[in-house]
């Protein structure tokens, strides 16, 4: 819900939606004929291959595609491998796309079984491509100092409810969830984060619960550490660094599903946005493409309609139907061409709404001048580049239509890319 300034002086006010308290079911799509998952690519020319096509996949499979490859992919369906070839992500970030002809029913994978017997260090690589996709690298690595698990019961972004979904009907699953994650990573400090409106019947979760704002940007890990944690995430941190890792309450019920039925879970909940911006929960199979699930709502598009992976402030457009649902895909939106904002080449008129609308003061009037000149180190040093929690409202409001959000997305990679360089050459 939008409430907004017309005259610019105030911020505009924008608010979550809660759930109504009846809710209907999520609607299901049947798993598709072939699914495809994704595996980071990783260059190994010398290295024997592990998968070729026609080789047979069970469900739970872990699949690495060379021997030594440190990068695996879980499949989320049993079937044939019918292809494998390069796909292209967000900011030149280059995966293997294996498609997989899909039988009628699950096999499922001993090892996957045999592991999700008991809460097992061995079985985090394979958690990693349940639904929700929970971070186990980081709350597995050795090195990191994670004290703190915060669960997200609330979404990222506006219209999306798949993580408030998951809390109002499966606090068991989460309860369960949250007892393996104790069992797994020895950290006993975890919270749930709510937008309810009450906390009655979170008793016996094992988990501390905090109720967040339901204004935007009250759900997204920066503020949840500000207004609940009490802790600043210095520029350039990341809320890891201060010991507490954030997880999705998809992830937690699909930890506690797993562990209680020892299998992977296939259905992945995610939040369709049409294009009259009306919301609606879905269950699909990760891999399924994008296109079937709209083909099933009779979503028809038209060229120049986009289609976005996330919510209306945070989402990135994808660029093909083919693209599938992924462990943590929680949202889905389809805009059509006559409403998506386009970005114009006006300049900045310096009317300053981008500064009353940003929730970190940042003055992104001067740092959308370093960001359109490409100067990423003046704009992190002089203009708190680094200080951005990535919430969009700045786009959102600019008169000029400058693609703001997403200057500041290419900045930060370019930045983190250039760092990654310096750091392999010394
Ligand atoms: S995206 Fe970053 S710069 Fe823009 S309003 Fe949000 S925090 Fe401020
Ligand atoms: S970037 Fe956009 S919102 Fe910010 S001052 Fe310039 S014109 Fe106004």
Known sequence: ????????????????????????EPETVVAPKTATLLHPKQDAPNAPAL??????????????????????????????????????????KNYTAITIEVDGEHVFDDRFEELARQP???????????PGGPPMGTLMDPASEIKTIVIRGADHDLLVGTNQYIVKTG????????????????????????????????????????SIGRDYPDALDHM??????????????????????????????????????????SAKLLTLINKNGGPQLVRTTIGTPIGKILQ????????????ILGGPMRGSAVFSLDHPVLPDTDAIMVVDDSRAAAASQYPCVNCGDCIRACPVQIPVNMLVRFLEAGQYEE???????????????CSFVCISKI???????????????????????V
């Open 120 to 130: 097992d260090p061995a079985a985090a690589p394979y958690l990693a491509g349940i």
């Open 296 to 307: 099933r709502f009779s979503i028809a598009i038209e060229e120049k309609d986009r289609v």
């Open 224 to 265: 949840i550490m500000k207004n609940v944690l009490d802790e600043v995430v210095p520029a350039g941190k990341t809320c890891e660094e201060l010991g507490v890792c954030f997880i999705n309450a998809e992830a937690v019920a699909s930890i506690g599903k797993t562990f209680d039925s020892g299998r992977m879970p």
């Open 51 to 92: 998968l070729k096509v026609g080789d047979t996949v069970k469900t739970g499979q872990k699949i690495s595609l060379y021997a030594d490859d440190p990068a695996c992919v879980i499949s989320s369906v049993t079937g044939t491998v019918a292809a494998m070839s390069p796909f292209s992500g967000d900011f030149g």
């Open 403 to 425: 693609p703001i959000f997403q200057y500041i997305k290419l900045a930060k990679h370019e930045l983190d890319r250039a760092q990654t360089v310096e750091e392999t050459n």
């Open 171 to 210: 606090l068991a699953d989460i309860q369960r969830g949250i007892k393996a994650l104790k069992d797994l990573t020895g950290i006993e400090q975890i919270i749930l984060v709510t937008a309810a409106e009450s906390l009655q019947g979170f008793g016996h979760l094992g988990a501390r619960v905090k």
């Open 379 to 393: 704009a992190a040093e002089r203009y708190d580049l680094l200080c951005c929690i990535e919430c969009g409202l």
């Open 1 to 24: 819900m939008l409430k907004k300034s017309f005259f610019g002086l105030a911020k505009p006010r924008m608010e979550y939606d809660l759930l109504p308290a009846r809710m209907t």
